[in-house]
């Protein structure tokens, strides 16, 4: 459920730290993780559908139980916190929100592209993505060879016999579970 992306992840390029730099001495687009006030990531969202940068929240469906009645929320992956590819302008302007803490400029934008990539992948076929409070580095690094997930890289952790694969996000330190099969899984070399 990633209704509230505006743009595909897929549509968008990466830079290079080198390239982040220059482009930030010259005015031109960033990327920035934006560390948002609690409970206001979808707030953000819709400010920054004005901007022409970039922007993307992925989420997931929680559903509950409330006076026998089933509730679905759709929920941040990474509660506070909203990644964007915006100018120095737009920057300013969201930070004038007051919804924003603070702003990450990230040294890795090629790198968290890919991983925003494969996180997007998972949430359009996995229903069943939940988030998690550490990135897996132990286990084994494997490739989903079969599938819907197919291509995507991550960690492998066993839970009660099953398969998930934990797919980092480095830059903040976090990470999501998705259960494969793991006949679909195939160990990558280091």
Not at 89 to 112: K, Q, Y
Not at 130 to 159: A, H, I, M, S
Request: hydrophobic share 35%; charged share 30%.
């Amino acid at each position: 459920m990633d209704r509230v992306d505006s743009r595909s992840p897929h549509s968008v390029t990466g830079e290079t730290t080198g390239e982040a730099m220059a482009a930030e001495a010259a005015g031109l687009r960033r990327w920035l993780v934006l560390h948002v006030k609690p409970r206001t990531e979808k707030k953000v969202m819709r400010r920054l559908s004005g901007c022409r940068g970039f922007h993307y929240l992925p989420t997931y469906v929680k559903v509950t139980r409330v006076q026998r009645r089933k509730v679905r929320r759709e929920l941040p992956l990474f509660p506070g916190y909203v990644f964007a590819h915006l100018s120095p302008a737009e920057c300013t302007d969201i930070l004038r929100s007051n919804l924003v803490v603070r702003t990450i400029l990230d040294p890795f934008p090629r790198e968290t592209v890919r991983q925003l990539r494969q996180i997007a992948h998972a949430v359009r076929s996995a229903p069943d993505i939940r988030p998690l409070r550490q990135t897996f580095r132990e286990g084994e690094r494997v490739l989903v060879k079969y599938g819907p997930l197919r291509g995507t890289t991550g960690y492998v952790k066993r839970d009660e016999g099953r398969a998930t694969l934990c797919i980092n996000v480095d830059i903040l330190g976090s990470a999501v579970a998705v259960s494969v099969s793991p006949g679909d899984i195939e160990k990558l070399g280091d």
